[in-house]
């Protein structure tokens, strides 16, 4: 059992190592983190063990990929190791007269593998799905890092999460947790906040 144990931990740091280095859905287009004050950071409250501000690095200026979406943006620091990312997303506006969904999720930022790998894995899960359908992964990836370990308690609901499952061991590590969440609370923040600009314009 303990050698079934060391293959599956193995093969879980492969993927976080493949993933971080993978970086899906990374692009160049925040200040550079490492250069902002302490005091914009100190502002941004808390999300998860991490800060997050909805309305930093110029979320209401950057502009959608496509005509019939809305944008927003994320940025989060982990004060703890120092881990930062601004996630962006554009949600469809349901003019197609579908549910709304993440058409373009990107992101920017640097940190630990752990926090890299997450966000690689966050993006192939979460562009292209409903909101509906990205924020049931969130609670999932969330109830995971939640578990200390142990994994959820079904195995549909594990294999929903792919490659996720990986952090399933990070879990046990409440400073990894941290690090593991920040893009998925940047996902999540960011598409708050672009729901938020479509009721406003309803």
Known sequence: ??????????????????????????????????????????????????????????????????EYCVPGESHQFNPTCGDEATVRVELTDGSDGGPRRIERLVWDGHGCSISQASLSIMHDLVEGKTVDEAMHLFDLFHGLMESRGKGLDSDEEMDELEDAVAFQGASKYPMRIKCALLGWEGMRASTAQALARLDATA
Request: no cysteine; proline share 2%; net charge negative.
């Open 1 to 66: 059992m303990g050698f079934e144990s060391d293959g599956l931990d193995q093969m879980y740091q492969e993927v976080i190592l493949e993933a971080s280095r993978a970086r899906n859905g990374s692009e160049h287009f925040a200040p550079d983190l490492a250069d902002e004050s302490e005091d914009t950071r100190g502002a941004a409250g808390e999300a998860g063990g991490a800060a997050g501000s909805a309305g930093a690095s110029g979320s209401s200026t950057f502009q959608v990929t496509h």
